[in-house]
């Protein structure tokens, strides 16, 4: 999800969207393993080894506070769901 949309958060204006077309890059030990695009409906998947990985966006220097969370655990033997927020700032 991208966010915020609005200063403020109503009933009426969701706060944060679907964050289409951004590039997740996964890291572990300082090298990239593996980059997926999001589609129109902000979903990605992606096939990691069991592990702890460092995830940014790219290209980096977005306003805002960023992706949240910054490090994501793959599960040993089994599939597992991440969700991401991307602060970009107001627009």
Do not use: Q, W
Not at 29 to 41: D, E, I, L, Q
Not at 44 to 62: F, Q, S
Request: proline share 8%; aromatic share 4%.
């Amino acid at each position: 999800m991208e966010g915020p949309v609005t200063p403020v958060c109503r009933i009426d204006v969701p706060c944060e969207r679907p964050a289409a077309g951004i590039v997740l890059e996964f890291k572990r030990s300082g090298r990239v393993v593996a980059r997926v695009k999001t589609t129109a409906k902000g979903t990605y998947r992606v096939k990691l080894r069991a592990g702890t990985y460092a995830v940014t966006t790219v290209p980096l220097g977005r306003v805002g506070t960023g992706l949240m969370p910054k490090t994501v655990r793959v599960p040993k033997a089994r599939m597992a769901r991440r969700d991401f927020h991307l602060d970009t700032g107001l627009r």
